[in-house]
């Protein structure tokens, strides 16, 4: 994981010190596939393992979950590894089985085991869908409620894996909505400190540019926008939740970023991109290709903060698209709720701008590489 990442998770404070009976007993475990496929090590973030290609890791004696999962997350399987005083190794058997599995498909003899919803659409199905809630909604695909509010994109409803390979589940967007084609941004800021309904003007790094997505602004910032927009439209904006952003963002990809498994050149604002923009500061709102559904920046360039409380999994959280907003962690500064962001930023390191990270920070925390993105519930 890249140390550049906003957040800071703290200890509590004034804590005896825990007296250290001896250092913890290491052992070697080597991990083998015999195809390519994704990894995760005790609920940890994701890795990856290459056919035939061996990796080395250093545990600590005792019992640890492995998941992994085939690129295309048709066989998952998981087991507990114990390490005894001798260092071990585990082959991962998946092609077999996996050489099976998608005979079996081909055959009509077994179903996908997940790929469902929008991830069986074309670009052109998508586009098509879109294009059909729109006129539904006496709408375009692309729209603004008013000459100075942000563009809006119509999103289908639809299902989708949400999450890691190694650990998705599904989640089915029952409604359509709709989302703003690029992070909120200085101009659009603007309006909102000359219209009297905010004080709050947040620095600007530096930087010029009305075009900048806006930076230096916490999720409590974040919400006063939205219901600005709200009382000024009479329409219903809000903030996505964190479903809708990962739906919204892969828009049928199921890839590690929405444009493939590789970072690639000047794709997005991150490290390594190869962008102009790169480690230095925030870019200018779509400077890079769209996904599917048009929208820009999901990826990259600045975090985003969604409606959710931070859960550290998955688990109980809603399977239909809604904000998990209650039962959350709080911080030990301020007393504060965690908050959910997705997307990475300009500076973070590529594995940390994928479709499936998440991270969290203190709902007050503001910096130069957080903004937001925002939602309006259709009709």
């Known amino acids: 994981m890249s140390n550049k990442q906003p957040i800071d998770k703290l200890s509590a404070g004034g804590e005896p010190p825990v007296e250290n009976s001896g250092p913890a007993r290491q052992v070697v475990l ?101 294009t059909t809630v729109a006129n539904e909604m006496k709408l375009a695909n692309f729209f603004r409620d008013e000459i100075d509010t942000p563009e809006m994109v119509v999103i289908p409803a639809g299902s989708y894996r949400m999450g890691e390979a190694s650990g998705r589940h599904k989640v089915s967007i029952p409604q359509p909505f709709a ?91 991150c490290q390594d991109s190869k962008s102009a923009w790169s480690c230095k500061r925030a870019s200018p709102v779509g400077s890079f290709a769209p996904n599917a559904f048009g929208l820009h920046d999901m990826l990259g360039n600045v975090w985003e903060w969604v409606e959710d409380a931070w859960h550290d999994t998955y688990k109980g959280a809603p399977a239909d698209g809604k904000a998990w907003s209650s039962g959350g962690a709080i911080s030990t500064l301020g007393n504060q709720e965690w908050r959910v962001l997705r997307g990475g930023s300009w500076i973070v390191d590529p594995r940390d701008a994928r479709s499936a990270i998440r991270f969290m920070n203190d709902q007050l925390s503001r910096n130069a590489y957080t ?3 925002i939602a309006r519930t259709l009709p």
């Not at 690029?182 to 219209?195: D, G, I, K, N, Q």
């Not at 600007?204 to 219901?227: C, K, M, S």
């Open 179 to 269: 989302v703003g084609r690029y992070p909120v941004t200085v101009a659009e800021w603007r309006r909102f400190v000359l219209s009297g309904e905010t004080t709050y003007a947040p620095a600007d790094n530096g930087w010029e540019g009305d075009n900048l997505p806006v930076t230096n602004i916490n999720f409590v910032h974040a919400q006063a926008y939205v219901r600005w927009l709200s009382k000024q439209t009479s329409k219903g904006y809000r903030l996505l939740s964190e479903a809708e952003w990962e739906y919204a963002c892969r828009a049928g990809s199921v890839t590690e970023y929405h444009w493939g498994d590789e970072l690639g050149k000047n794709n997005c604002n």
């Open 371 to 373: 903004g937001v993105r």
């Open 30 to 130: 080597l991990l083998e596939s015999d195809m390519d496929c994704y990894f995760a090590m005790n609920e940890d973030d994701q890795d990856s393992l290459s056919k035939n290609s061996p990796r080395r890791f250093v545990l600590s004696v005792g019992s640890h979950l492995i998941q992994v999962a085939t690129q295309d997350g048709l066989i998952e399987k998981e087991w507990v590894q114990v390490l005894s005083d001798e260092s071990t190794s585990h082959l991962i058997c998946l092609a077999e089985e996996h050489a099976q599995a998608q005979k079996n498909i081909l055959e009509g003899r077994q179903e996908l085991a997940e790929p469902l919803g929008i991830e069986c659409w074309s670009t052109e199905k998508i586009k098509s869908e879109q």
